[in-house]
């Protein structure tokens, strides 16, 4: 089961966070040598089309490292409010997908334009 999270994004700002994977039996870091990364973004699970999407870039693979961000430029085009996004993990090897982090992004509003 995904685990669940909540960020928080300054609408117009650079935003960025590490996140560090564990194995839900072992309590251990995920090895995702060889995986890719996604993630993205939508307003509700009905929204046809992903409101943005996030990069994902590996740091440290071997223990389940990586870093999740949006330039500035991204998130001043997000409507301040509440978006539900998840990151996936596929591994090329086994050629399996799994959502891994799942939860709600908070967009707060800029005053500057």
């Not at 251990?28 to 993630?39: A, D, M, R």
């Not at 997000?78 to 978006?83: A, F, K, M, T």
């Amino acid at each position: 089961m995904a685990e669940y999270v909540e960020l928080y994004i300054d609408q117009g700002s650079d935003f960025s966070t590490t996140v560090s994977l564990n194995d839900d039996s072992t309590n251990l870091p995920q090895n995702v040598t060889g995986s890719i990364v996604t993630s993205s973004l939508r307003r509700s699970l009905l929204s046809p089309n992903a409101s943005s999407n996030l990069t994902c870039t590996l740091i440290d693979a071997a223990n389940g490292e990586f870093i999740l961000s949006m330039t500035a430029a991204n998130t001043a085009i997000l409507r301040p409010g509440s978006y539900l996004f998840d990151v996936k993990v596929y591994d090329t090897l086994s050629a399996t997908t799994s959502r891994l982090i799942e939860g709600v992004m908070f967009v707060t509003p800029s005053v500057t334009k």
